[in-house]
């Protein structure tokens, strides 16, 4: 299996421009789970999806963050309009889950965005 | 609610050297406790992790962690280290009330000096 599978892998933008993050998780993983990793806060997580559907997102900081998962091999982080502020590595995880959730999260490879 | 304590921000040891990376945490219900490691410009990998049975737990490339409930400690140890190990080391606890959310600590940094 290729694993989790993020792209961008790097993405620079202006303030203001819209940005999407993707994500495609292992293959019959049935949750999705995304963070984000800055060296003032560490590892946050912003929302989690099982099945496909949004179970807790209140780890999203703010009404520009949007995140979607349309069927169970993609998912979308988008922040619009994007600030300076939003500059931080962006994890997609998957789990399997048919063990309950002790399942083991693993983990993509990352998008560094970088907000000018 | 729950949280995670990683005590030291980074650890420098020489190679061959034991280390012990120190993790508390804060749960009024049963836990569930990961050591997560990410090298450089990677994701974040499960190293081990606690769920029931014997405290102590092992990984394939010879760390291991105790489980200790009366001072709600999961310390990781290793008795001889490689520059290889050489990554930022999460501690994670898992809320069964929240669908299994992870919570992590800052992360410790080992630098594993020849």
């Known amino acids: 299996d290729a694993g989790v599978i993020q792209s961008p892998r790097h993405e620079v933008t202006e303030m203001g421009q819209e940005v999407t993050l993707r994500c495609k998780p292992i293959s019959g993983h049935n949750s999705l789970f995304w963070y984000r990793q800055t060296m003032m806060r560490g590892l946050e997580l912003l929302i989690y999806?099982?099945?496909?559907?949004?179970?807790?997102d209140s780890g999203m900081p703010e009404d520009r963050f949007s995140a979607k998962m349309p069927n169970a091999s993609f998912s979308t982080l988008k922040i619009q309009p994007s600030e300076p502020r939003d500059s931080a590595v962006y994890f997609c995880a998957s789990r399997d889950g048919t063990s309950g959730f002790t399942d083991t999260q693993y983990f993509g490879p990352g998008t560094r965005l970088t907000v000018l | 609610a729950q949280s995670v304590t990683q005590l030291d921000s980074q650890v420098p040891v020489f190679e061959e050297a034991p280390v012990e990376l120190r993790c508390n945490y804060s749960?009024?219900?049963?836990?569930?406790l990961f050591w997560y490691v990410q090298y450089p410009n990677q994701g974040l990998q499960l190293l081990l992790k606690y769920l029931s049975g014997s405290t102590l737990v092992e990984s394939i490339n010879g760390f291991e962690a105790e489980f200790n409930k009366s001072q709600t400690s999961f310390h990781l140890r290793k008795p001889s280290v490689h520059i290889s190990d050489t990554a930022e080391y999460f501690c994670?606890?898992?809320?069964?009330?929240?669908?299994?959310?992870?919570?992590f600590g800052q992360g410790t940094e080992l630098s594993v000096k020849p």
């Open positions: 994670a606890v898992l809320n069964r009330n929240q669908g299994g959310k992870l919570i």
């Open positions: 749960s009024s219900v049963s836990v569930y």
């Open positions: 999806f099982n099945n496909n559907v949004p179970i807790d």
